[in-house]
């Protein structure tokens, strides 16, 4: 038997939304068979800010105890799974500084040859979800990455449509993550250990 694939989830969540998804892809990956670490990015927005939004001071505590997401976590890992939260279309900045922080790792070709995806929540409806997942895929091409989206490989991609990687509608907190966006993180994350596992072992 072939030892686990090494699966790290690393994440920056505001209020929680993204927090959520990447419990469930973690949960769908362990009963896939991957060895998976859970990693959020560090914080940077000023407390103040962070006090303004109930939500995001709550996400923030209920969060602590994850461990911080550190380069040597993308190096163990055969395949990576970023969350974000869409800014403007774009990845928040606290996980932008987190891959910005990476250099030394892509010059010594550590981050190339895994298998990397994504995944993603806005407030709106067609608010930014595709077009942050795709800005989050260009630094996957620096790195010599293989880009291993859903698309629509299980008939449940046609009901949320979004073959780029996982994405949640919350509406400001109205809409709890649910059914919907569970089976599109069980159909992602089977996708992306499925493929690192036949990328490892030679016969993809």
Known sequence: MSSPVKLAVVYYSATGVVAETANALVAEAEAAGAEVRLRRVAELAPDE?????????????????????????????????????????????????????????????????????????????????????????NSVHHFGGILVGPGYTDGSKFVDGNPYGTSHVDGQGQFKVDGETRQAAAVQARRVVNVARALRDGSA
């Open 49 to 137: 800010a962070v006090d303004a939004n109930p939500a995001w001071r709550a996400n923030l505590e209920a969060t602590r105890a994850i461990a911080e997401a550190t380069p040597d976590d993308l190096v163990w890992a055969d395949a990576v799974i970023f969350g974000s939260p869409t800014r403007y279309g774009n990845v928040a900045a606290q996980l932008k500084q987190f891959i910005d922080s990476l250099g030394p790792q892509w010059q010594q070709g550590l981050l190339a040859d895994k298998v990397y995806s994504g995944f993603t929540s806005s407030s709106t409806k067609h608010g930014g979800q595709e077009s942050t997942l795709l800005a989050l895929y």
